[in-house]
């Protein structure tokens, strides 16, 4: 298996536009889970998903972020509109199960809202 | 509130010496307290972990010691070498490592000068 696979590793966007950023977990892991990642605040956890279905969405910002899930092997992360403080490193992580396993990282894509 | 506080938050160290990063948490029902190591550009991947029935846990050059009664949790790096140079994260967890409830520190950048 490829691992997570996020896309795309860079985006640069201006104030106000729509940002969607996208996630292929590993084939088989139940859960996965979008964290965020700045130098204030290190690594965040947004919302996360088992089985496709969203259980805690506690961790997301505000209402200009969502996340979907349509399917076992792709996630959305959207952010509509986007502000110059939401810049940071999104990762996308999955696992196995819930419990006594790993998470597994890709490889982050690194959001610049201008 | 930040559950899980580390230290340093950057750290450098000559080729041979040792690491010491340390890790403070405040919620008694964590039981699960891995290290993450990042690459420039990577995720986050699984290092080493321990639970608190045990004080100490050595993987190769790599040493969790665990102060249950401090609340405080440290990795040693033996013998550092450069390829030891990225982002390291403690992080803590409840209800048996739920990975849905992972607890990350902010992260120690490590620089091992060669």
């Known amino acids: 298996d490829a691992g997570v696979i996020q896309s795309p590793r860079h985006e640069v966007t201006e104030m106000g536009q729509e940002v969607t950023l996208r996630c292929k977990p590993i084939?088989?892991?139940?859960?996965l889970f979008w964290y965020r990642q700045t130098m204030m605040r290190g690594l965040e956890l947004l919302i996360y998903f088992n089985n496709n279905v969203p259980i805690d969405d506690s961790g997301m910002p505000e209402d200009r972020f969502s996340a979907k899930m349509p399917n076992a092997s792709f996630s959305t992360l959207k952010i509509q509109p986007s502000e110059p403080r939401d810049s940071a490193v999104y990762f996308c992580?999955?696992?196995?199960?819930?419990?006594?396993?790993?998470?597994?990282f890709g490889q982050g894509t690194r959001l610049t809202v201008v | 509130q930040q559950q899980v506080k580390q230290s340093p938050q950057s750290l450098i160290v000559q080729k041979g010496g040792i690491s010491i990063i340390n890790c403070a948490y405040e919620?008694?029902?964590?039981?699960?307290f891995p290290w993450y190591q990042q690459f420039p550009g990577k995720g986050p991947a699984l290092l080493i972990a321990i639970r608190p029935d045990v004080s100490e846990k050595k993987e190769g050059r790599f040493t969790i010691s665990f102060n249950k009664s401090a609340k405080q949790f440290s990795l040693h790096i033996m013998d550092s070498q450069p390829g030891d140079s990225a982002t390291y994260f403690c992080?803590?967890?409840?209800?048996?490592?739920?990975?849905?409830?992972?607890?990350f520190g902010t992260g120690t950048l490590l620089a091992v000068q060669p």
């Open positions: 919620n008694t029902a964590f039981d699960y």
């Open positions: 992580a999955s696992s196995l199960g819930p419990m006594n396993t790993e998470a597994f």
């Open positions: 992080a803590a967890s409840k209800d048996g490592g739920a990975t849905n409830k992972l607890i």
């Open positions: 084939s088989g892991h139940d859960y």
